[in-house]
C-alpha cells in the first residue's frame, strides 16, 4: 500500500482530531468569559449580555456541538463567521498583518471552521451515528 493511500485511509480520523481539538481550544475562550477557567484577567467579570458575553456563549455552545460532532457544518459556519468578525473588530484595526495585530488565533479559527462547513465531521461524531440511523430506517 501506498504513502498516498494509507493517509487516505485515516482521512475521517484526522478530520476528527481537527474538529475536535480545535473545538477544546475554541472552548476555553467560551469559559474563560462565562465561568473565568481558565482564567484570564482581560476576561474577568464579562456582562452575559455584552458583545463579549454572547461571544463567549457562541463560543461554548458552538464548541461543546463541535467536539461532539453534532450539527457540524451550520455550527461550523457560525463560529467561522464569529471569529472573522472578531478578527477584523478587534485585531485587523492595530494593523494589516495577523502576527503583529495579534489576530493569528482568529484568523486560523476561522479558516479551521470554514473548511469543517465543507469537510463535515469526520470520524467520530453524533452527526455520523444520526446519518446512520437514517440510513437504517430508510433500508
Do not use: C
Not at 4 to 9: G, P, T, V
Not at 106 to 131: E, I, M, N, Q
Amino acid at each position: 500500500m501506498s504513502l498516498e493511500a494509507k493517509l487516505e485511509s485515516v482521512r475521517p480520523q484526522a478530520l476528527a482530531v481537527l474538529r475536535v481539538v480545535s473545538g477544546l481550544f475554541l472552548l476555553q475562550h467560551g469559559l474563560s468569559k462565562l465561568i473565568q477557567f481558565p482564567y484570564v484577567e482581560a476576561l474577568a467579570n464579562v456582562p452575559l449580555l455584552s458583545q463579549f458575553g454572547i461571544g463567549g456563549i457562541i463560543e461554548t455552545v458552538g464548541s461543546i456541538l463541535i467536539i461532539l460532532g453534532l450539527y457540524t457544518r451550520p455550527t461550523a459556519f457560525v463560529l467561522s463567521g464569529m471569529t472573522a468578525v472578531a478578527y477584523f473588530q478587534f485585531h485587523a484595526p492595530r494593523g494589516v498583518y495577523p502576527l503583529t495585530n495579534g489576530g493569528e488565533l482568529a484568523a486560523l479559527f476561522s479558516f479551521v471552521f470554514l473548511y469543517l462547513v465543507f469537510a463535515g465531521a469526520g470520524a467520530w461524531s453524533l452527526d455520523g451515528k444520526r446519518t446512520q440511523g437514517r440510513s437504517a430506517l430508510a433500508a
